[in-house]
T-cell receptor
Framework: KNEVEQSPQNLTAQEGEFITINCSYS?????LHWLQQHPGGGIVSLFM?????KKHGRLIATINIQEKHSSLHITASHPRDSAVYIC??????????WGAGTKLIIKP | KAGVTQTPRYLIKTRGQQVTLSCSPI?????VSWYQQTPGQGLQFLFE???????NKGNFPGRFSGRQFSNSRSEMNVSTLELGDSALYLC?????????????FGQGTRLTVV
């Protein structure tokens, strides 16, 4: 079993829909990162969380440390949000352990 | 301030050759970590450097090595290239390490081994 599991693997939605991507992990972590990867490869950091909730524009990330679960929400989704969203957890040994990613397509 | 710069962006090498990839972190950042991304394995940790010291290494063969210079720029080297080394290699820059500081990524170097 992977240490970081994401769901769903693929998600297609209509513009304007509320999107939720989930991440569960099975190891002790220092922090959890949500990242976005567009075609071409570049990765952009969206959030780093160690507790609670963070919001940036239309993006919201939450984490429940007790349940070892995090969610990334996108409100009022737009075609430009189409990308791969990746959850990664930081460990005390300086490495990131990555989820497999969620490929999101938003249709106009 | 300038972002993370990886060079070259694209590289084609022949099996058996060696390759060196470079990563210049954000000014002031002392931690650089490297990751390999392949369609089959996803993103995997290679190594992490902080102030010229390797603090951790992932589960890769000894053909993969790296170093960090006093200006925090980092290089990774792969010797005796194999077809399976074809991948996108990403580096991440952070002020103190991804444990508790945000990571900023370069655009990656896409290596093709033929």
């Amino acid at each position: 079993k992977n240490e970081v599991e994401q769901s769903p693997q693929n998600l297609t939605a209509q513009e304007g829909e509320f999107i939720t991507i989930n991440c569960s992990y099975s190891v002790g972590i220092s922090a959890l990162h949500w990242l976005q990867q567009h075609p071409g490869g570049g990765i952009v950091s969206l959030f780093m969380l160690s507790s609670g909730k963070k919001k940036h524009g239309r993006l919201i990330a939450t984490i429940n440390i007790q349940e070892k679960h995090s969610s990334l929400h996108i409100t009022a989704s737009h075609p430009r949000d189409s990308a791969v969203y990746i959850c990664a957890v930081s460990r005390s040994n300086y490495q990131l352990i990555w989820g497999a990613g969620t490929k999101l397509i938003i249709k106009p | 301030k300038a972002g993370v710069t990886q060079t070259p962006r694209y590289l084609i090498k022949t099996r058996g050759q060696q390759v060196t990839l470079s990563c210049s972190p954000i000014s002031g950042h002392r931690s650089v970590s490297w990751y390999q991304q392949t369609p089959g394995q996803g993103l995997q940790f290679l190594f992490e450097y902080f102030s010229e010291t390797q603090r951790n290494k992932g589960n890769f063969p000894g053909r993969f090595s790296g170093r960090q210079f006093s200006n925090s720029r980092s290089e990774m080297n792969v010797s005796t290239l194999e077809l399976g080394d074809s991948a996108l290699y990403l580096c991440a820059s952070s002020s103190a390490g991804t444990m508790n500081t945000e990571a900023f990524f370069g655009q990656g170097t896409r290596l093709t081994v033929v």
